[in-house]
């Protein structure tokens, strides 16, 4: 059974956050161990500290014991009181820091039984001293004492030296402690670094293994889609891609491989029905011609036998006849032409505007009178000559066909660019057209005269705004009744391939 890519995915992140767990919770533990080993440290400076302090109030108090059993001063005996009253604490809170039982902890218990010993011998001097002084306020020294003997052996002295003797040792075996606490705390902090460096480096590997298979599983079967698609954008409509793997992008894979089988039968139709319609096209335009022009020959044939005899008034409607046969020619081309507009295969070609114009003009064969101003500047385009021409062509003889005054008329070509696109105005000083009506001259049938003041089929602008946009453009009318009208569009400096392609897909390539 294949694994969805949702679960390869999930998989995959749980895995790195299991990893990282994991991680975490190893650094946790070795981050303890770290900061035990600080704490012991620590502690031993804590102890030797406090060791050196008690040490030195036992010496301030055997000073001050002596120099009052010398000088009988009480000021004296203030370290001795102060220093009593303090180790007692001291010798407590010390015994609390130290493992019972351990070298240490015997060390300090014999210590305090020596100072035990040596408060004993001071208090009783220093009793025996002050009813010395009682009895004899000059008394000095130690004269007449009844234990005096025992300052005379040096029995304080002797306590005195032995505790310091202790107290040295607990120094140095404390000191050494605390040098390898040091290492250890030292060893745990590098043990720490490299273990969590290392599983950092583990999963940081692991993690972009795993992104790096995902991204390339994911991205060689978007890029098989992608083909595909553009296959499909290609015209080639009976590709398919194969995918095996069960999962999401197997179920957009069939979808695209649906659809493009679905394309290509659709379009399989649309060209035939194409090729249908344009015999269809032809036939229609075959026999609605034919009678028209049987029209035309019988009526110039009624005008000829008849000759003198023919009536004028009917004389005037066999020309009213003929002359809407040909409208209704023209009408009949116009609409094919609108039909083909895009469905003909054109090849592009170097096109110099300034030469086509003037090819344009020339067919045109205005008024004399009639003037057409080109531009010092015109573009050389790389595009459909044809439908350029169908365009200038529409729009110069437009302007030409509703001029109220052709003999001296003019129409005005310019041009301007920018980076996409040429912006080409034909503006001519014309009857103009009102504001409501710009809109409405660009749709099919729609004319401004009356169809017998001018013959107009409705078609021309609505041929020429289906090129125009077809290229990608646009084109629009700038005019005000009696002030002549201005007619702007667009026209791409390169060919949109999207819209080729579309051309390509959507209709079918006839020969013109």
């Given at each position: 059974m294949k694994l969805k890519l949702s679960t390869k995915l999930f998989a995959g992140f749980l895995a790195i956050s299991l990893l990282f767990a994991v991680v975490v919770f190893i650094n946790y533990q070795l981050s303890r161990k770290v900061l035990r080993n600080s704490q012991r440290v620590e502690t031993?400076?804590?102890?030797?500290?406090?060791?050196?302090?008690?040490?030195?109030?036992?010496?301030?108090?055997?000073?001050?014991?002596?120099?009052?059993?010398?000088?009988?001063?009480?000021?004296?005996?203030?370290s001795y009181y102060e220093g009593e009253r303090e180790l007692l604490s001291r010798f407590a809170r010390l015994r609390e820091n130290l493992e019972t039982g351990s070298e240490q902890y015997e060390r300090l218990v014999r210590a305090q039984r020596l100072y035990q010993q040596w408060a004993a011998y001071t208090h009783l001097l220093i009793s025996e001293k002050r009813e010395a002084r009682r009895r004899d306020p000059n008394h000095i020294g130690m004269e007449g004492l009844e234990h005096r003997v025992l300052s005379d052996n040096m029995t304080g002295k002797q306590l005195v030296d032995q505790i310091r003797i202790l107290f040295e040792a607990f120094?140095?075996?404390?000191?050494?402690?605390?040098?390898?606490?040091?290492?250890?705390?030292?060893?745990?902090?590098?043990?720490?670094?490299?273990?969590?460096?290392?599983?950092?480096?583990?999963?940081?590997?692991?993690?972009?293994?795993?992104?790096?298979?995902?991204?390339?599983?994911?991205?060689?079967?978007?890029?098989?889609?992608?083909?595909?698609?553009?296959?499909?954008?290609?015209?080639?409509?009976?590709?398919?891609?194969?995918?095996?793997?069960?999962?999401?992008?197997?179920?957009?894979?069939?979808?695209?491989?649906?659809?493009?089988?679905?394309i290509g039968s659709s379009f399989t139709q649309l060209e035939r029905r194409n090729k249908e319609l344009d015999q269809f096209s032809y036939v229609v335009s075959h026999d609605l011609k034919a009678p028209l022009r049987g029209i035309e020959s019988a009526s110039r044939w009624i005008e000829e036998d008849m000759g003198q005899e023919l009536p004028e008034h009917i004389r005037e409607f066999l020309v009213l006849m003929r002359t809407r046969v040909h409208r209704m020619e023209s009408l009949i081309t116009g609409i094919l032409d609108l039909a083909r507009v895009g469905r003909v295969q054109q090849a592009t070609e170097r096109v110099n505007v300034r030469e086509l114009l003037t090819e344009i003009v020339d067919s045109l064969a205005p008024p004399e009178g009639f003037r057409v101003q080109l531009p010092t500047y015109l573009p050389t385009l790389f595009t459909h000559r044809v439908q350029l021409q169908q365009v200038f062509t529409n729009l110069i003889s437009n302007a030409l066909k509703y001029h109220h005054q052709p003999e001296k008329g003019a129409v005005r070509i310019s041009c301007r660019e920018d980076r996409q696109q040429y912006i080409f105005s034909v503006a001519d000083d014309g009857p103009g057209i009102a504001p409501e009506y710009h809109e409405r001259i660009f749709v099919i049938f729609q004319t401004l005269t009356e169809r017998d003041t001018l013959e107009s089929t409705g078609v021309g602008l609505a041929i020429v705004k289906k090129i125009v946009e077809r290229q990608g453009g646009s084109i629009h009318v700038e005019s005000e009744e009696g002030k002549g009208a201005t007619f702007v569009f667009t026209w791409p400096k390169e060919e949109s391939l999207a819209m080729l392609k579309r051309g390509a897909a959507v209709d079918t390539p006839q020969v013109a």
């Open positions: 031993s400076q804590q102890i030797t500290s406090d060791g050196t302090t008690l040490l030195r109030n036992i010496i301030d108090m055997e000073t001050g014991f002596r120099g009052y059993l010398l000088m009988g001063n009480e000021q004296l005996l203030d120094d140095s075996t404390e000191f050494r402690n605390r040098n390898q606490l040091r290492e250890k705390l030292a060893a745990s902090i590098n043990q720490t670094r490299l273990i969590s460096l290392g599983l950092t480096v583990t999963a940081i590997i692991l993690g972009l293994a795993w992104a790096m298979y995902i991204t390339r599983l994911i991205a060689q079967r978007i890029n098989r889609m992608v083909g595909l698609a553009t296959r499909i954008a290609g015209g080639d409509y009976q590709t398919s891609i194969q995918d095996t793997d069960q999962d999401e992008l197997s179920e957009l894979a069939s979808s695209l491989n649906v659809m493009a089988s679905t």
